[in-house]
């Protein structure tokens, strides 16, 4: 089975074609991304109207190069799967109607996926594909999430972030400490001449304990910010000029703080539910510090590929083909994009 898959949640325009190797496995054919970084870093985030306009401009050269780079025509594809949500409304649109048009035009299965859900799958993709029940934790920009998915596909929330991701944090505090955007890769580049034993940040004590909650932990480090400046709440900055000791510090403290929540978090959601398998994926996954934290606590854990741990097609299209295994297609009436998409 060979299956187009399309992502267009953000600001990255993707297409891959994936092909079915086994029963639980598959493998990327291409795996083509049109970043919009460099458009976005001026503004210091995604500006949602930009990132629509892009993805029109580049969504149907990024499947011909996908079909191209994978040595396939229409006539090989057996499905399609795109992003249906969460993410932007516009540019969600753009990868919906596009997927909606070809399947109609080629009469081909449609699949909609959940972005979010897709993020563990990119590990189907490997010659050691995870074992259900699977354990995931999902950190991504906007998300923060320990989910438990069986054999059948049904998604089981364990927790959720109660406010900010730990994604959205990075990126907060990295403007902040004026590092700009993206936050994840600069403070984790940052941090690594830092003390993270330099600044003492809280954690939130939750009610329920496999929930997350950052945003205290981002006013903590404003409070220390503006101590350091000499500054009230009065007059806030949206960036501060630090000393590179001070931001380097600042960052690795933060990261570490961030870190050990994580882990925390996966390590209960381990013991209590026992999976066969544990799997990291989302941006955040790719950070350093927690890939060898994580691994000191669970040695077996499985950690995305770091160049799959950002939005991609490849794992649209893994999840996708265990989804066209249980034939859940929906007829392209049907699907609808959905920025606020919470199942499957």
């Known amino acids: 089975?060979?299956?187009?898959?399309?992502?267009?949640?953000?600001?990255?325009?993707?297409?891959?074609?994936?092909?079915?190797?086994?029963?639980?496995s598959c493998k990327i054919l291409s795996n083509i991304i049109a970043s919009q970084a460099?458009?976005?870093?001026?503004?210091?985030?995604?500006?949602?109207?930009?990132?629509?306009?892009?993805?029109?401009?580049?969504?149907?050269?990024?499947?011909?190069?996908?079909?191209?780079?994978?040595?396939?025509?229409?006539?090989?594809?057996?499905?399609?799967?795109?992003?249906?949500?969460p993410?932007?409304?516009?540019?969600?649109?753009?990868?919906?109607l596009t997927a909606k048009i070809l399947a109609e035009i080629y009469k081909l299965?449609?699949?909609?996926?959940?972005?979010?859900?897709?993020?563990?799958?990119?590990?189907?993709?490997?010659?050691?594909?995870?074992?259900?029940p699977l354990l995931a934790l999902i950190v991504s920009g906007g998300h923060t999430q320990l989910m438990l998915v069986e054999k059948n596909l049904k998604f089981n929330l364990l927790g959720a972030t109660c406010d900010d991701a730990a994604g959205e944090a990075f990126d907060k505090i990295a403007k902040l400490i004026g590092l700009g955007?993206?936050?994840?890769?600069?403070?984790?580049?940052?941090?690594?001449?830092?003390?993270?034993?330099?600044?003492?940040?809280?954690?939130?004590?939750?009610?329920?304990?496999?929930?997350?909650?950052?945003?205290g932990l981002k006013t903590a480090v404003l409070r220390q910010v503006l101590e350091i400046v000499g500054q009230?709440?009065?007059?806030?900055?949206?960036?501060?000029?630090?000393?590179?000791?001070?931001?380097?510090?600042?960052?690795?403290?933060?990261?570490?703080?961030?870190?050990?929540?994580?882990?925390?978090?996966t390590l209960l959601a381990k013991s209590k539910f026992q999976p066969k398998t544990v799997v990291v994926g989302g941006g955040v996954a790719a950070n350093?510090?927690?890939?060898?934290?994580?691994?000191?606590?669970?040695?077996?854990?499985?950690?995305?590929?770091?160049?799959?741990c950002t939005d991609n097609a490849a794992m649209i299209g893994a999840l996708g083909y265990q989804m066209a295994r249980l034939k859940m297609f929906i007829r392209p009436e049907e699907l609808k994009a959905d920025s606020s998409l919470e199942t499957i």
Request: charged residues 20%.
């Open 181 to 215: 955007y993206p936050g994840g890769p600069a403070i984790s580049k940052t941090a690594q001449d830092g003390n993270k034993n330099k600044y003492q940040f809280p954690t939130a004590k939750l009610d329920y304990d496999l929930d997350f909650s950052f945003s």
């Open 288 to 308: 350093t510090l927690l890939r060898q934290t994580l691994t000191k606590a669970i040695p077996q854990a499985q950690f995305v590929e770091p160049i799959l």
């Open 87 to 96: 993410g932007l409304i516009g540019s969600l649109l753009i990868g919906v």
């Open 109 to 132: 299965p449609l699949i909609g996926i959940n972005h979010i859900f897709a993020h563990p799958f990119a590990n189907f993709l490997t010659d050691n594909p995870p074992k259900f």
């Open 232 to 265: 009230s709440r009065g007059n806030l900055k949206k960036s501060y000029d630090l000393s590179p000791k001070i931001t380097s510090d600042i960052a690795a403290s933060f990261q570490a703080n961030v870190v050990s929540v994580l882990v925390e978090k």
């Open 1 to 24: 089975m060979n299956i187009l898959a399309i992502e267009s949640s953000c600001d990255e325009t993707a297409a891959a074609v994936i092909k079915s190797t086994g029963q639980r």
């Open 38 to 85: 460099e458009i976005h870093a001026k503004y210091g985030g995604v500006v949602p109207e930009v990132a629509a306009r892009s993805h029109i401009e580049v969504i149907i050269p990024v499947i011909e190069k996908a079909l191209g780079e994978a040595k396939l025509n229409w006539q090989n594809i057996d499905a399609i799967a795109v992003t249906k949500g």
